[in-house]
Structure formats: structure tokens, C-alpha cells
């Protein structure tokens, strides 16, 4: 998990630039599955079910049906600049 003291405190632009054009943009869409946002972090998709079954992705995922749904960017503002933790 990442704490807040070692945050990257990446901007918005930051976070969505890579993702504006070319084989990210394609690969890695605003709106994720599990398998695409496991791809994304490089984590097992069984870390992401575990994370989310505990409530640390709360801010960033939905289910859609019987699928879960990830917002790509508030992702990696969570990982990246929040950092995981139980409220």
C-alpha cells in the first residue's frame, strides 16, 4: 500500500496525459475492467478484489451488473497520490 508520506501528488493532467493518444489510450480507457486495471497498477487481479473487498477502492470502482468498473484516473489518484487506507 502506498501511505501518504510517499505520494507522487501527481496533477490531473499528470495522471490523464499518457492516456490521451496512442496504444495507452486504446488499451486503457476511462472506464476499466478488473483485468485492465490489475494490467494497468502490474498487480494480480486478486489483489484488486481484495482491495475492494475492503473497501479501498471505494472512491474509484462500481459494479456494473455482476462486473466491477474502475474510473482509470481516480485509480491512480488513489494509488498514486492518497495512497490506500481503511476509513
Not at 1 to 20: C, D, G, H, W, Y
Request: hydrophobic share 40%; net charge positive; with cysteine.
Amino acid at each position: 500500500m502506498v501511505s501518504k508520506k510517499s505520494a507522487l501528488n501527481l496533477t490531473s493532467r499528470e495522471i490523464s496525459a499518457p492516456f490521451q493518444e496512442g496504444i495507452y489510450a486504446e488499451k486503457f480507457p476511462p472506464i476499466l475492467t478488473i483485468n485492465q486495471a490489475a494490467e494497468l497498477l502490474q498487480i494480480p487481479v486478486g489483489t484488486i478484489r481484495d482491495w475492494r473487498s475492503r473497501g479501498l477502492l471505494d472512491d474509484c470502482s462500481a459494479k456494473a451488473g455482476k462486473h466491477i468498473r474502475f474510473h482509470r484516473d481516480r485509480l491512480f489518484k488513489l494509488i498514486f497520490n492518497d495512497g490506500l487506507r481503511a476509513d
